[in-house]
């Protein structure tokens, strides 16, 4: 496991440093952002370009932002959106909105997908099933933006139930906060259930047809007492790592829901620092998703070792 996991994380590693490259020549072939006629920053602002080499080649830019962040974590000062504010501190004032509206929302969805995927398993090839299938077909299919409009039209403007936008402000754990964030919440919570339910029904499925479970009913065990202790048991082999990855993607956010619903996370500074060329941010933004992509998949590789002794024993053949 120990040399698995050290050259997992070498490629995570390499993958990730070549993906920031690319996006970081993109990104720089884009031309500066014109500063307006008689910015009294303009002087300053021009003069930090040229420290970091804009007029330099591409790769020696990259060698100078990678020395940068390597060595002092500065990813620089924001140029446009927030101009001579430090890249990081707007960064970080950004992430708890995001971690908390994703957080919500997978709290409802795992144990609703998990659920609904037991009961179509264990009520195959009747309605109940079919019908379980074909909705979480048909959510998967539909984007989130969707459910957004459709929950702001219904639950927000017809039902008035709750805000169109998100409360202003930082009190997160306040009531009204909550209620505000609701909607987003459930915007999001519809595909994880959707896939968490498709995932936990095939895998019960085929552990339930398996022949083991056919000889653990032979030995005396009822069929609710052989799908909890076996079926159950080694369907969430499949199941736990995929609530591993949704936990690490939690940071991750979503850059469409934030925007609808005025929610001041890592999602809308993405979009504005792209419409506004600003490069420091959209490439702190750019490696932190690449990052978070990148540590769930390493998670969810890793935690099937943990999980299943079979993985561990065939790696050593």
């Known amino acids: 496991m120990f040399k698995y996991i050290s050259q997992r994380i070498l490629y995570m590693l390499l993958v990730f440093l070549i993906i ?32 970091l080499g804009y007029n330099k080649p591409y790769m020696v830019q990259f ?14 000062v924001s140029d446009v959106l927030y101009s001579g504010q430090n890249v990081t501190d707007i960064f970080f004032s950004k992430v708890p909105a995001t971690v908390i509206v994703n957080f919500y929302s997978i709290i409802l969805s795992i144990p609703l997908g998990i659920g609904l995927g037991i009961f179509a398993a264990l ?27 459709l929950i702001q039209y219904f639950l927000s403007y017809k039902l008035g139930w709750f805000p169109f936008l998100m409360k202003p402000g ?23 259930i959707a896939g968490f339910t498709r995932t936990t029904r095939a895998e ?17 065990l ?4 052989a799908t909890v202790r076996h079926a159950l048991k080694n369907c969430l082999v499949v199941v736990v790592p995929a609530i591993f990855g949704q936990f690490i993607g939690v940071l991750g956010g979503s850059l469409i829901i934030e925007k609808i619903f005025a929610i001041p996370g890592v999602g809308g500074l993405t979009l504005a620092a792209i419409n506004a060329q600003d490069y420091p941010i959209f490439m702190l933004v750019t490696c932190f998703y690449t990052a978070i ?25």
């Open 20 to 51: 920031t490259c690319m996006c970081f020549i993109l990104i720089r072939m884009l031309p500066p952002t014109i500063l307006p006629p008689g910015d009294p920053h303009a002087a300053i602002i021009e003069a930090r370009r040229e420290a």
């Open 222 to 225: 009822t069929k609710a007492q």
């Open 123 to 149: 009520k195959k090839n009747t309605w109940i099933d079919y019908t379980i299938s074909t909705l979480t077909m048909v959510v998967i299919s539909v984007p989130n933006f969707v459910y957004a409009f």
């Open 204 to 220: 019960l499925t085929e552990v339930l047809t398996s022949e083991f479970m056919l000889l653990a009913r032979t030995k005396g």
């Open 170 to 192: 930082t009190d997160w754990f306040s009531p009204a906060m909550f209620v505000s964030m609701l909607p987003a919440v459930l915007s999001l919570s519809f595909s994880v």
């Open 63 to 76: 060698g100078i932002f990678l020395k940068n962040v390597v060595t002092k974590f500065d990813w620089g």
């Open 293 to 317: 992509g990148l540590a769930a998949s390493l998670v969810v590789d890793i935690s099937y070792g943990f999980i299943d002794p079979r993985i561990r024993m065939g790696s050593k053949k």
